[in-house]
């Protein structure tokens, strides 16, 4: 069973920047995708970006596309999460998740089985 632990996040300013970062247990980190969701208060959760299990493949929602950029090294079993220009909407808690099948591609919330606990950002105007 693989944990994911998520750190890194904070209260901002409006425009300030953070950095997420996961760290996963498991030799087998590789061979997944892995992906950021958030949920504010009151909504959904929400798919932000993800990253194929070679690092060749990323995909970003539109609300984040320019500002947030996902990487992950391999080596050391983390993804993370660079977030640039950051606004009030983009307020919310910050889980990262691992894809439930081996080389498998997806943006999908059900195709993620293996989650964080999740870590606050905070932006305030």
């Known amino acids: 069973q693989v944990q994911l632990v998520e750190s890194g996040g904070g209260l901002v300013q409006a425009g300030g920047s953070l950095r997420l970062s996961c760290a996963a247990s498991?030799?087998?980190?590789?061979?997944?995708?892995m992906g950021w969701f958030r949920q504010a208060p009151g909504k959904e959760r929400e798919f932000v970006a993800a990253?194929?299990?070679?690092?060749?493949?990323?995909s970003y929602a539109d609300s984040v596309k320019g500002r947030f950029t996902i990487s992950r090294d391999i080596a050391k079993n983390t993804v993370g999460l660079q977030m640039n220009s950051l606004k009030p909407e983009d307020t919310a808690v910050y889980y990262c998740?691992?894809?439930?099948?081996?080389?498998?591609?997806?943006?999908?919330?059900?195709?993620?089985?293996?989650w964080g606990q999740g870590t606050q950002v905070t932006v305030s105007s």
């Open positions: 998740a691992r894809s439930r099948q081996l080389y498998y591609y997806s943006t999908l919330l059900s195709e993620y089985g293996s």
């Open positions: 990253i194929a299990w070679s690092g060749s493949m990323t």
């Open positions: 498991g030799r087998t980190f590789s061979t997944y995708t």
